[in-house]
């Protein structure tokens, strides 16, 4: 029997922005995809039985509960580290990058279901050795231990930004609990050190993308396409935009991964400033629902779950869309909701669940173990 409590603390307004941005992605990629000929589903209906498949997924994991989840947690992690080791053999290569591992009818990107399993490890983690102290630099290992390990594991595949990401997921579950900040200098500064050997370990087209990002003249048919025609796109939508489907970078194929990595890109062109600005508000409602549920919630393991959770929102959205505009290098993160991809989709729904789960039971208290 199902708590009536858990219906009436129902966060319907976090539904109704997801709904409202999975309409905006449908439409979006409606347009974006619009001049592709071929045979098989279209893309923007692919999508939709994603978007139809995530809500189920979000509900589920709404009503079975994150602290429940939290108990599986380490399986489901052990799980997808074997996934990410199995893509390394036997993944499906595109684009020069084995990513994707292909189970019968579905093709399964594991990289991104590694974010979700990190956040709810280190929830596991955390609140087995949850201390009124902040946390020194050496009590971190094991944490950022459990989220390096996907995460070099997707960096071999390669794909630097997924592991970016995963790791950034993890500072902001990781900071949440509470570093000393003597600890946070000596690690930062450990990090810049160790750039210079990170950077011979980069694949060259990664090196011409940052010096791209750095010079986009340098290499205008080349390394820095993709950014140049990105930002005339962005820049020719002006303040109305040219309409629904009628974006001329878009339609005639001048803007490469129109419905994937730059999928903002058209939408800033066909809808201008007001478009981008009311898709970037509606972005901005689901993350703040996100935190004020983190601030309501009467339980640290509550807490860190939707600090993960919203973490997997925020730093997507924020990275993409500033990747588009030349903010930031080109990186293969796609626009949550907006880009097109089933993997990354779900899984940005499934957060969606954990904090819809917390929000439902933010009236009860757990003991701390």
């Not at 009536?4 to 409606?30: H, I, K, M, Q």
């Not at 989840?69 to 020069?96: D, R």
């Not at 025609?229 to 970078?249: L, N």
């Given at each position: 029997?199902?708590?009536?409590?858990?219906?009436?603390?129902?966060?319907?307004?976090?539904?109704?922005?997801?709904?409202?941005?999975?309409?905006?992605?449908?439409?979006?990629?409606?347009?974006?995809?619009?001049?592709?000929h071929?045979?098989?589903?279209?893309?923007?209906?692919?999508?939709?039985?994603?978007?139809?498949?995530?809500?189920?997924?979000?509900?589920?994991?709404?009503?079975?509960g994150?602290?429940?989840?939290?108990?599986?947690?380490?399986p489901?992690?052990?799980?997808?580290?074997?996934?990410?080791?199995?893509?390394?053999?036997?993944?499906?290569?595109i684009?020069?990058?084995?990513?994707?591992?292909?189970?019968?009818?579905?093709?399964?990107?594991?990289?991104?279901?590694?974010r979700?399993?990190?956040?709810?490890?280190?929830a596991?983690?955390?609140?087995?050795?949850?201390?009124?102290?902040?946390?020194?630099?050496?009590?971190?290992?094991?944490?950022?231990?459990?989220?390096?390990?996907p995460?070099?594991?997707?960096?071999?595949?390669?794909?630097?930004?997924?592991?970016?990401?995963?790791?950034?997921?993890?500072?902001?579950?990781?900071?949440?609990?509470?570093?000393?900040?003597?600890?946070?200098?000596?690690?930062?500064?450990?990090?810049?050190?160790?750039?210079?050997?990170?950077?011979?370990?980069?694949?060259?087209?990664?090196?011409?993308?940052?010096?791209?990002?750095?010079d986009p003249e340098s290499?205008?048919?080349?390394?820095?396409?993709?950014?140049?025609?990105?930002?005339?796109?962005?820049?020719?939508?002006?303040?109305?935009?040219?309409?629904?489907?009628?974006?001329?970078?878009?339609?005639?194929?001048?803007?490469?991964?129109?419905?994937?990595?730059?999928?903002?890109?058209?939408?800033a062109?066909e809808?201008?400033?007001?478009?981008?600005?009311?898709?970037?508000?509606?972005?901005?409602?689901?993350i703040?629902?996100?935190?004020s549920?983190a601030?309501?919630?009467?339980?640290?393991?509550?807490?860190l779950?939707?600090?993960?959770?919203?973490a997997?929102?925020?730093?997507?959205?924020?990275?993409?869309?500033?990747?588009?505009?030349?903010?930031?290098?080109?990186?293969g993160?796609?626009?949550?909701?907006?880009?097109?991809g089933?993997?990354?989709?779900?899984?940005?729904?499934?957060a969606?669940?954990?904090?819809?789960?917390?929000?439902?039971?933010?009236?009860v208290?757990?003991?701390?173990?």
């Amino acid at each position: 029997m199902i708590d009536r409590r858990l219906v009436s603390n129902f966060d319907w307004l976090l539904l109704a922005l997801v709904l409202a941005l999975g309409a905006c992605g449908v439409a979006n990629l409606y347009s974006a995809a619009s001049s592709f000929h071929g045979a098989g589903t279209p893309v923007f209906l692919k999508q939709t039985y994603w978007f139809g498949l995530g809500l189920g997924v979000m509900i589920a994991v709404a009503m079975v509960g994150p602290q429940r989840l939290t108990t599986i947690a380490y399986p489901l992690y052990g799980l997808v580290v074997v996934l990410l080791i199995a893509v390394l053999f036997w993944g499906k290569v595109i684009g020069g990058s084995q990513r994707w591992l292909v189970l019968g009818p579905v093709v399964l990107q594991p990289s991104e279901l590694a974010r979700l399993a990190v956040v709810l490890v280190l929830a596991a983690y955390f609140q087995r050795r949850d201390q009124a102290e902040p946390y020194r630099l050496h009590q971190l290992f094991a944490p950022l231990g459990l989220a390096l390990v996907p995460a070099l594991l997707i960096l071999k595949e390669p794909d630097l930004g997924t592991c970016l990401l995963v790791l950034i997921v993890a500072t902001s579950v990781i900071l949440v609990n509470g570093v000393k900040l003597r600890d946070l200098a000596i690690a930062g500064g450990g990090l810049i050190l160790v750039l210079p050997v990170a950077w011979r370990f980069m694949k060259d087209y990664q090196k011409r993308r940052i010096f791209s990002f750095l010079d986009p003249e340098s290499d205008p048919l080349g390394s820095a396409y993709h950014l140049i025609q990105s930002k005339i796109a962005v820049g020719s939508g002006q303040f109305t935009g040219k309409g629904f489907m009628a974006g001329t970078q878009t339609q005639l194929h001048f803007l490469p991964e129109q419905h994937t990595d730059f999928a903002f890109s058209v939408l800033a062109e066909e809808w201008g400033f007001i478009g981008a600005m009311l898709l970037l508000l509606l972005m901005a409602g689901l993350i703040y629902r996100g935190l004020s549920t983190a601030y309501r919630t009467k339980d640290r393991q509550g807490l860190l779950i939707v600090v993960g959770a919203t973490a997997m929102i925020f730093w997507p959205a924020i990275i993409n869309v500033g990747m588009v505009l030349g903010l930031f290098p080109v990186v293969g993160i796609p626009l949550p909701f907006i880009s097109y991809g089933g993997s990354s989709l779900i899984t940005t729904m499934a957060a969606l669940g954990l904090i819809q789960g917390v929000a439902m039971r933010r009236f009860v208290f757990h003991n701390r173990r």
